[in-house]
């Protein structure tokens, strides 16, 4: 029996034990390029690495933790060179993105989809990223969204790979840029519908799940009101029940240098919110299936 699955790390190609705990959604850091020209004071990348690295191998203790899957697209500041410094000193393996953010910029805005396509084509081969990101945030799929989805779908079908998509599950966006995607003939079992975890909604989350998507219920961190935990284990359990077990992907979506707010600063990640407050209540085949199995089969596109 092979006990290994092939992933594609920032150091390359890698046989992973497919008894690795994984963390499947999360960023070491998002930030600006600009910021980071214009001002010293902005974010120093050595304490980063190292800040980073202490984290992920205390949790590698810990939990077990192996596998960290790091979602940061490369318009809002994937730095591969940060990530190799972190998974050397922490032991951790580390997948990277490629792909872009859903904000409009000058700049991807006069290409096509096309050319955005062979770009991150490119550059999944010269990093070796494990995952293509895309993104959709407001109730309106701009027309610059639409062609984004369209080149990580042209993408996906050069590189094999999976496509991460940030949803907004509150205005319920996922329902269109999953239809351009599959309009685009990409299968399924090659899209993580994400940030699920933001509604309880669960015939939203079905719906992705019946189609074969992965549903990613990636964002349980900031709240530990005991009536919040319950109502998620037994989301959960439900969608379990339902039959998607084999679907389901858990994670936080946090960040050790978040720049998405005025005053940015490196600050300590909730990683271990899962392992205390959720996995403990899962009966124990699910959560084997949920934090070794399924990112392994996601990363593989099975
Ligand atoms: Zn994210």
């Not at 992920?56 to 203790?61: A, D, F, I, R, T």
């Not at 000193?89 to 953010?101: E, K, M, P, Q, R």
């Not at 019946?210 to 990636?218: S, T």
Request: proline letters at 3%; charged letters at 25%.
């Amino acid at each position: 029996m092979n006990n290994f699955v092939e992933v594609r790390t920032v150091f390359g190609k890698k046989k992973i034990s497919k008894n690795t705990v994984t963390l499947s959604h999360e960023h070491i850091c998002c930030y600006s390029e600009y910021l980071n020209i214009m001002s010293k004071g902005y974010l120093d990348k050595p304490t980063l690495a190292e800040k980073s690295a202490d984290i992920l191998k205390n949790m590698k203790e810990k939990y077990g933790l192996a596998l960290f899957i790091d979602c940061t697209p490369v318009n809002i500041g994937r730095d591969v060179e940060l990530l190799k410094k972190v998974s050397e000193l922490s032991g951790v393996d580390i997948v990277c993105s490629t792909g872009f953010y859903y904000n409009d910029e000058p700049i991807l805005d006069c290409m096509s989809a096309r050319t955005l396509a062979d770009f991150i084509a490119e550059d999944a081969n010269n990093t070796c990223a494990g995952v293509i990101k895309s993104a959709v945030e407001y109730d309106t799929v701009s027309p610059f969204n639409i062609k984004l989805l369209k080149a990580s779908a042209l993408a996906q079908k050069k590189t094999g790979l999976p496509i991460i998509l940030h949803t907004n599950a509150n205005n319920k966006n996922g329902i269109k840029a999953v239809e351009i995607l599959l309009g685009e003939n990409v299968n399924p079992k090659n899209i993580v519908v994400g940030h699920l975890s933001d509604t309880n909604d669960n015939e939203y989350i079905k719906n992705f799940a019946k189609l074969g998507c992965y549903v990613a219920l990636d964002r349980m961190y900031d709240n530990e009101r005991q009536d919040y935990i319950t109502s998620k284990i037994n989301q959960i359990n439900a969608l379990c029940e339902a039959g998607y077990a084999d679907r389901l992907l858990l994670s936080h979506d946090d960040s050790v240098f978040q720049g998405f707010c005025d005053m940015p600063q490196i600050k300590a990640p909730r990683w271990s919110y899962m392992f205390e407050h959720i996995v403990p209540k899962l009966d124990e085949n699910i959560a084997k299936k949920i934090l070794k199995e399924n990112p392994l089969t996601m990363l593989c596109g099975k």
